[in-house]
């Protein structure tokens, strides 16, 4: 049995081990080196990672509601003169 790879196979099969090992890693922003030596050094492979461009990302962080200092405890039927949280 012989089985052949083309470069871009070879890279992509880099890609997704690396990624097997737990260092997952976009296609999209790895860039893969091949080199072939002679001698004992043989094929090397170096895999270089750019972070993506966040083009999505809000221009402005939004903004809170504000919250009353004081809440109106009319609606909710309780007295003014009651303190207690359970009304006992």
Same mark, same amino acid.
């Given at each position: 049995?012989?089985?052949?790879?083309?470069?871009?196979? #070879?890279?992509?099969?880099?890609? %997704?081990?690396?990624?097997?090992?737990?260092? +997952?890693?976009?296609? /999209? @922003?790895?860039?893969?080196?091949?080199?072939?030596?002679?001698?004992?050094?043989?094929?090397?492979?170096? #895999?270089?990672?750019?972070?993506? %461009?966040?083009?999505?990302?809000?221009?402005? +962080?939004?903004?809170? /509601? @504000?919250?009353?200092?004081?809440?109106?405890?009319?609606?909710?039927?309780?007295?003014?003169?009651?303190?207690?949280?359970?009304?006992?």
């Amino acid at each position: 049995m012989r089985i052949e790879l083309e470069e871009d196979e #070879i890279k992509r099969a880099i890609i %997704e081990y690396v990624s097997s090992q737990g260092l +997952p890693i976009d296609p /999209e @922003s790895a860039e893969v080196d091949l080199k072939n030596a002679r001698g004992d050094f043989g094929a090397t492979a170096t #895999i270089s990672v750019t972070k993506p %461009e966040v083009t999505n990302a809000p221009a402005e +962080p939004k903004k809170l /509601e @504000s919250v009353p200092d004081k809440i109106d405890t009319t609606e909710l039927g309780a007295d003014d003169d009651d303190k207690s949280i359970f009304n006992s």
